[in-house]
């Protein structure tokens, strides 16, 4: 799925040796070692289990990155959520949770991020459990310094919309189905050197379609290509990445990967890294890739595209709130991006249309991101800040840009119940300039690197900008099966602006008022085991009573997702 990486716990594999120095009962022992998803002990953050394991299985399946493990099904506590040795580097204190705290999207067992994913530990073949183990590391030299690991995922997905687009898309009824084949291998020669190659696929069928463009059809095609150096500093892992690659170290609301589709956003360029215990840097200079050949092997660069910045995360120390013991990440961040063509538009409201004026558009994102997780606590704080320019085409004409948004998270866990419920609410606040004007500040908040759709409206049809969000989310889990509800009340943050799909204005003049709709939606996710995840999601958007009457349509959303991965 999606990416939405999960706190999800399994089994411990028969290798882990664990030592465990909390009195048990062997009752708890026996649940321990039964529930997928958590630890059934009731233990507070102050008294801990004092738990050392050795290569145990982090979470099988991934979902959805989020805020590090919000609202994720998750162990019992704080100290249960730290990544065992395996599956990732050793990252110091951004080893906790699914390791996304260290800038390279969530990791775990045939996670969505295969390259972030470190098997050194297979070169004892004593920890091999699993049928696909050997390919996971296959020495190449009799000192095993230099071994190769290989990937796999493949993802058959279908959708049903009512109306897709709020009605505007003149498909309703619309079932579509794509696959999508990702090949990976990873060279590592040596301790400081490793070529990364990955290579996609992608198909799409289905009736009254739409949309089968470049990014759900692809003829086979390089998806990544970097090779990377890495070296220890003192106390700091340092790395150099260059050539094509996936990037993830921002906030999923902010960028994300377009994984709807088939065909994800790819990066270009140079990317440089210094990992500490307790802090983290980041520095990036990339163009995205251009997908629209369609012969096999053509992609380029797309030079109108353009992403850059500076990241940095600190690990803060751990505080109490009463009993609950707070562990969380402060995320400091400046991201800028080129855009020209269709993406760079800006739309221009009136009362009989709304039109698109295109140009480029540079924007820098200043901001940060606080989230943490307790026994019971969990939440996240995020405030960002957009500043920049745009330019129409044809003019010189320069109309400065200042947009923000607000992103919080905030829930209650009793993971000593039956189905370890979640209990939260989520608010957010893009804002919305005067579009009635073709002149002066921009002030409608641009995410055009398809933040994860998920977060706000499964459906895609609402996206981040000029919009107010209110929503309440339960998650429950028992055994390998989990739900997630939510149900997003959505408004307009100014009656100025236009209301946003995930790529676009609609167009909708005659809508005057600031509510748009109700959003309620579940999502259901089955860990087969730890290569098999299957999917359904279940979404009604109801559009509001003015909506309607401006020419928009309610409609039912249907989605699901099998996936395998080694």
């Known amino acids: 799925m999606a990416g939405h990486s999960n706190g999800l716990s399994f089994p411990l594999s028969p290798v882990v040796k664990t030592r465990i120095t909390l009195k048990m009962t062997l009752a708890c022992l026996t649940g321990f070692g039964s529930s997928a998803f958590s630890a059934p002990l009731d233990v507070s953050a102050s008294k801990e289990e004092q738990i050392k394991v050795h290569h145990a299985e982090r979470p099988e399946i991934q979902n959805f990155p989020h805020a590090g493990f919000l609202e994720q099904p998750r162990r019992l506590t704080t100290r249960q959520n730290l990544a065992p040795i395996g599956r990732q580097p050793h990252w110091g204190g951004f080893n906790r949770g699914n390791g996304e705290g260290a800038g390279f999207g969530p990791v775990g067992r045939y996670g969505v991020a295969p390259w972030a994913e470190d098997w050194s530990y297979l070169r004892d073949q004593r920890h091999r459990n699993d049928l696909f183990d050997p390919l996971k590391f296959i020495a190449l030299n009799n000192q095993r310094t230099i071994w190769l690991s290989l990937s796999e995922r493949t993802r058959l997905r279908n959708w049903y919309n009512d109306y897709p687009m709020l009605g505007t898309n003149p498909h309703s009824g619309s079932g579509r189905f794509v696959t999508r084949n990702m090949f990976g291998a990873d060279l590592h020669l040596g301790e400081h050197w490793r070529i990364f190659g990955q ?149 221009v409201l009136s009362s009989i249309a709304v039109k698109s004026v295109t140009g480029a558009t540079n924007r820098n994102n200043l901001g940060f991101r606080w989230y943490g997780t307790a026994q019971q606590l969990e939440y996240a704080l995020g405030v960002l800040w957009q500043q920049g320019n745009f330019t129409p085409y044809g003019t010189t004409a320069r109309r400065q840009v200042s947009a923000y948004s607000v992103n919080t998270t905030v829930g209650y866990r009793r993971s000593d119940l039956l189905f370890k419920p979640f209990f939260g609410v989520q608010t957010d606040v893009y804002s919305g300039g005067n579009e009635r004007h073709r002149t002066g500040t921009v002030g409608t908040y641009s995410a055009p690197f398809a933040p ?37 009340i959505l408004w307009r943050q100014t009656t ?70 080694f």
Do not use: C
């Open 496 to 565: 100025q602006a236009s209301v946003y799909s995930i790529t676009s204005a609609y167009n909708f003049p005659k809508f005057r008022s600031h509510f748009v709709g109700v959003a309620p939606n579940g999502l259901l996710t089955w860990a087969v085991n730890r290569h098999w995840n299957w999917t359904h999601v279940v979404a009604w958007f109801a559009a509001s009573h003015d909506l309607k009457n401006a020419g928009a349509k309610s409609g039912l959303y249907y989605q699901s997702s099998l996936s395998f991965a």
């Open 452 to 488: 994860q759709n998920p977060y706000l409206d499964y459906t895609g049809y609402i996206g981040a900008a000029n919009l107010i969000n209110l929503s309440p989310i339960l998650v429950g889990s028992y055994g390998k099966v989990s739900l997630r509800v939510k149900a997003p």
């Open 199 to 347: 290579l996609v696929n992608g198909t799409a069928a289905g009736w009254n379609g739409y949309g089968y463009g470049s990014t759900y059809r692809k003829r086979l095609d390089l998806h990544q290509a970097f090779i990377e150096y890495k070296q220890t500093i003192g106390t700091a892992k340092t790395g150099l990445m260059f050539g094509r690659q996936q990037f993830l170290d921002a906030p999923s609301y902010v960028l994300y990967d377009r994984e709807p589709p088939n065909i994800q956003i790819i990066w270009n360029g140079p990317r440089a890294y210094a990992i500490l215990p307790h802090v983290r840097f980041d520095l990036y200079d990339f163009v995205a890739t251009n997908i629209t050949p369609r012969a096999m092997f053509h992609d380029t660069q797309d030079w109108n595209t353009r992403l850059y910045g500076f990241n940095t995360t600190f690990d803060v120390p751990a505080f109490h709130l009463g009993l609950q013991r707070i562990q969380s990440y402060l995320d400091l961040f400046w991201i800028g991006f080129h855009l020209g063509g269709k993406t760079g538009s800006v739309p």
